[in-house]
């Protein structure tokens, strides 16, 4: 777990909903600070999720995707490793994003184990693979989610 270097350097990531504004916060902090660097969602690596695993039909195709999902946010979390000591970080998403989607996919298609992928997930902060940053959340009204959704 490493949240904060020597030189006071915090790594910090934001979630929400879609649409909360977690984009367009974390890419104006970086713009606006010469001491914080963001680290991008992985929809942007990956053409707006275009290139994503495609949704899963069974247990097999959950497990092979929430461990890709997995070994890519371990991939951002060395991004965090290499910049982490000259800057602090915005982390625009986290781990957190996907273990949501995997107990949204469970509780809705009865797809996948999320006890399996949360055990997966806390191994690998407990392990350093991912990082544990301070979690800022953004919280959007449904109303609004309309409104820029739209």
Known sequence: MVRQAVNNSVIMAIE???FAGK???????ETNSKQIKRIYELSEKFENGAK???FPIDLVQCVKNDLWFYNEECKRSN?????????????DRSYLSALTYCFSRQATFDLGNFEDT???IIEGVESGKLIE?????????YD?????KT
């Open 16 to 18: 929400g909903i879609s």
């Open 23 to 29: 984009t367009t916060l974390s890419k104006s902090i």
């Open 52 to 54: 994503f695993p495609s």
């Open 79 to 91: 991004d965090v490793k290499c910049d982490f000591m000259h800057n602090s970080i915005i982390m």
């Open 118 to 120: 949360k055990k997966i």
């Open 133 to 141: 940053p301070y979690f800022i959340y953004l919280y959007m009204n």
């Open 144 to 148: 609004t989610y309309l409104i820029r």
